[in-house]
């Protein structure tokens, strides 16, 4: 940190997938930036999240030459499985859309962003809190952030809001300027890492005693999530509590015992769809978490974050190469139109496959004649998995 710089084209505030993914585009067209992440390097390369990439998310990957320990070893699944009341039906991605998607999990893709940005030396500074952007309306903002015990200023053409939900940018926006948009779940899920040999293929189970999801790590870790109430305390669970819940949600008549083995980590994730409309304040442009949520099912967080950084990175290549603010005009426009469609699946995803205790009786009735449908028509089959392959980019454009 002896000698951070005082000024940059593009200061991306956050290093999770959005700032990362984005100060590589920026670099690719010769755009300088620089990174500052509140936490961490050790937290932020362990951090578990999820691990589904929409085949255009691994393009895009590919394409900035980040892809190579990912095309090692992540899993390629041409198809998933929706699991209602013991009965399987797979739902061919491949054949269905010519495409599939690879379960890599986040923060190995995490690691290796953060590695190849280093080898190339560019400057991405860990432990660094930003605290405030000041001018944002004016041509050159400046982030106020903390480093090696004391206070430094960053001053950018453009600031980029990749620091989550909980971040400093969106806040930053004045009230008045912002409007989000949002709906809570009224039950959360309990996410467990395990030891166990897992089932090869990801499973949405959907049970009268809640949803539960069984996903992958490698042959030997599994990773599987089960509906609770959304005040659980995760701790409160007793493994065998939750192996026995899971075993029964997941369970198929005659099939095969769901494997067990250590929990190596228990996580609560609520579950909140949130847009914040529109994504961009004078100088300041939000991407990724810092702009939306997503509930987990479907796992489009992280592809939505890399949908984000593809639009605003085309954006900033004309503004820097050409003085066009064109792109830069549209780029909330464009990515939250892409955004909606996303938002809409994930929660389509979500309230067919959660039972809720109460629920009224018309709206249980709907999601099981939904349900009923999806299971007999392809057609319906075909409208899932385009969405959960990913959606193309140039719906964004
Ligand atoms: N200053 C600097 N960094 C900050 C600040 C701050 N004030 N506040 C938060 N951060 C950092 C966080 O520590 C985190 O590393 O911003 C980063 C935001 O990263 P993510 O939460 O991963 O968000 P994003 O890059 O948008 O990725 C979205 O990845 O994390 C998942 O669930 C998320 O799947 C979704 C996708
Ligand atoms: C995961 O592997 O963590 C995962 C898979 C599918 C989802 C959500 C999370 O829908």
């Known amino acids: ?37 509140a936490r961490a390097r050790a937290y932020v390369e362990n951090r578990i999240r999820a691990g589904v990439l929409e085949q255009t998310t691994v393009d895009l990957l590919r394409a900035l030459g980040l892809a190579g320990r990912l095309e090692r070893i992540a899993e390629d699944h041409p198809g998933v499985v929706l699991r209602i009341g013991g009965a399987d039906t797979v739902i061919d991605l491949r054949a269905l859309t010519g495409r599939s998607v690879s379960v890599y999990s ?30 944002l309306n004016e041509a050159q903002p400046v982030i106020r952030y903390r480093a090696a015990g004391e206070d430094r200023t960053l001053a950018c053409d453009i600031v980029a809001g990749c620091d989550g939900f909980h971040g400093i940018s969106r806040a930053a926006i004045p009230a008045t300027a912002l ?12 996410g467990i890492l395990a030891e166990a040999p897992p089932a090869p293929d ?16 490698s042959d030997q870790v599994g990773r599987l ?35 067990r083995g250590p929990i190596l980590q228990k996580t609560l994730t609520p579950l909140r769809s949130a847009v914040a409309e529109p994504m961009r304040h004078g100088r ?7 702009a939306h949520i997503v509930p987990p099912t479907g796992a489009k967080g992280l592809n939505l974050a890399v949908a984000d950084v593809a639009v605003l990175g085309a954006a900033l290549a004309d503004f820097f190469a ?18 909606w469609r996303v938002q809409r699946f994930s929660w389509w995803m979500t309230t067919m496959l959660h039972p809720v205790p109460g629920r009224d009786g018309f709206t249980e009735r709907l999601h099981a004649a939904e349900l009923a449908q999806l299971l007999e028509s392809e057609a319906s089959q075909r409208a899932l998995a385009e969405n959960y392959v990913g959606l193309p980019l140039q719906a964004a454009l």
Do not use: N
């Not at 999770?16 to 920026?26: D, M, N, T």
């Open 202 to 217: 990801i499973v949405y189970a959907r049970h009268a005693e809640g949803f539960a999801l069984a996903s992958r790590r």
């Open 322 to 339: 050409a003085g066009s603010t064109g792109g830069l005009d549209a780029y909330s426009d464009r990515a939250l139109a892409r955004i």
């Open 106 to 135: 986040q923060h190995l893709l995490v690691q290796d962003l953060i590695a190849a940005r280093l080898a190339a030396g560019a400057p991405l500074y860990f432990d660094a809190p930003a605290y405030a952007i000041d001018g």
């Open 1 to 37: 940190m002896h000698h951070a710089p005082k000024r940059t084209q593009v200061g991306i505030i956050g290093a999770g997938p959005a700032g990362l993914v984005l100060s590589h585009l920026l670099a690719r067209h010769g755009i300088d930036s620089v990174v500052l992440e």
């Open 179 to 190: 409007r989000v948009i949002e709906q809570t779940y009224p039950f959360a899920w309990l």
């Open 284 to 290: 300041l442009f939000l991407l990724g978490d810092a």
């Open 225 to 259: 999530y089960l509906q609770c109430p959304p005040d659980t305390d995760p701790a409160s669970w007793e493994d065998a509590r939750i192996w026995d819940a899971l075993s029964a949600r997941l369970a198929v008549p005659g099939g095969p015992a769901l494997a």
